[in-house]
T-cell receptor
Framework: EPEVTQTPSHQVTQMGQEVILRCVPI?????FYWYRQILGQKVEFLVS????????KSEIFDDQFSVERPDGSNFTLKIRSTKLEDSAMYFC???????????????FGPGTRLTVL | GNSVTQMEGPVTLSEEAFLTINCTYT??????LFWYVQYPGEGLQLLLK?????DKGSNKGFEATYRKETTSFHLEKGSVQVSDSAVYFC????????????FGKGTRLSVIA
């Protein structure tokens, strides 16, 4: 069964460093998402991406964040200068392109735990 | 705005016990409602969903009914198993298509033999 994969599973970095979190969505999916969950808090939406551009983003997704689809398989989240409060579990998800009036299931990866020291 | 509130965990039950995890929501319009499950070391998996009022989603013995009058979508299972131990997330989608999900905090369930 096709699945979303994420690497690394755990990333430890120093404050101020750049990190890139990687995701391989399901191959025939065209819509991609990043969510994060700070320990003990809700899973929060960061950004969605379609047709090589950001479709929607939350207020969390500021100038420190960027997303990219560098090739036909990977989808990345970059944090330019990490802060302590960026420590969280980051989930990637993908879905087929939606049909008006119908929900398209989002398939999630196992997450990357980011620890900023 | 849109939000989801679910009961705090952890919840610890004996095998074959009855499970209820409460979930209430706030949304404009008519959202779709979901329960996702995360088993240890794995990603979030869609467990069940309901797209309109009075719909009942069901899967693997779990059920949840979309109650518009109480803005609730409580998860239930009549007899839990050790293999049901996981974190359960209630979520809503404000619209259809590819709109982002709004999640609750998650409830950790531990089932002991």
């Amino acid at each position: 069964e096709p699945e979303v994969t994420q690497t690394p599973s755990h990333q430890v970095t120093q404050m101020g460093q750049e990190v890139i979190l990687r995701c391989v969505p399901i191959s025939n999916h065209l819509y991609f998402y990043w969510y994060r969950q700070i320990l003990g808090q809700k899973v929060e939406f960061l950004v969605s991406f379609y047709n090589n551009e950001i479709s929607e983003k939350s207020e969390i997704f500021d100038d420190q964040f960027s997303v990219e689809r560098p090739d036909g398989s990977n989808f990345t989240l970059k944090i330019r200068s990490t802060k302590l409060e960026d420590s969280a579990m980051y989930f990637c998800a993908s879905s087929e392109v939606g049909t008006s009036g119908f929900y398209n299931e989002q398939f999630f990866g196992p997450g990357t735990r980011l620890t900023v020291l | 705005g849109n939000s989801v509130t679910q009961m705090e965990g952890p919840v610890t039950l004996s095998e074959e016990a009855f499970l209820t995890i409460n979930c209430t929501y706030t949304a404009t319009g008519y959202p779709s409602l979901f329960w996702y499950v995360q088993y240890p070391g794995e990603g979030l998996q869609l467990l069940l969903k309901a797209t309109k009022a009075d719909d009942k989603g069901s899967n693997k013995g779990f059920e949840a009914t979309y109650r518009k009058e109480t803005t609730s979508f409580h998860l239930e299972k009549g007899s839990v198993q050790v293999s049901d131990s996981a974190v359960y997330f209630c979520a809503l989608s404000p619209n259809s298509g590819n709109t982002p999900l709004v999640f609750g905090k998650g409830t950790r369930l531990s089932v002991i033999a």
